[in-house]
């Protein structure tokens, strides 16, 4: 069974950069689509944004768009999201997770799941 090991949470201010690293066990990784999802106190967890293949094409929640971005570095089995410009509405803990199902945006379209790292955005 893949891992998912993630790191980099922490305290950010309003407008400052945090970036999520998402590691996984299996080179076979690379054949997922990853998705992204936060969940903030008294709320689901919500979709954040996904890399996907062929191509590598990242579709994101309009509410993120042009202020966070995912990348994959394949040789080291990494999936990031890149956080800019933050709010404190961002605060959540955020969790990165595999598929192939072929859907992207429910958590049911992923099998395997990090362990969740907490953001938080002070104003």
């Known amino acids: 069974q893949m891992q998912l090991v993630q790191s980099g949470g922490g305290l950010v201010q309003a407008g400052g950069s945090l970036r999520l690293s998402c590691a996984a066990s299996e080179r076979t990784f690379n054949e997922y689509i990853v998705g992204w999802f936060r969940q903030a106190p008294g709320k689901e967890r919500k979709w954040v944004g996904t890399?996907?293949?062929?191509?590598?094409?990242?579709i994101y929640w309009d509410s993120v768009k042009g202020r966070f971005t995912i990348s994959r570095d394949s040789a080291k089995n990494t999936v990031y999201l890149q956080m800019n410009s933050l709010k404190p509405e961002d605060a959540a803990v955020y969790y990165c997770?595999?598929?192939?199902?072929?859907?992207?945006?429910?958590?049911?379209?992923?099998?395997?799941w990090s362990q969740g790292t907490l953001v938080t955005v002070s104003s």
């Open positions: 997770a595999a598929g192939n199902t072929g859907g992207y945006y429910f958590t049911t379209d992923y099998q395997y």
């Open positions: 890399i996907l293949w062929p191509g590598g094409r990242t």
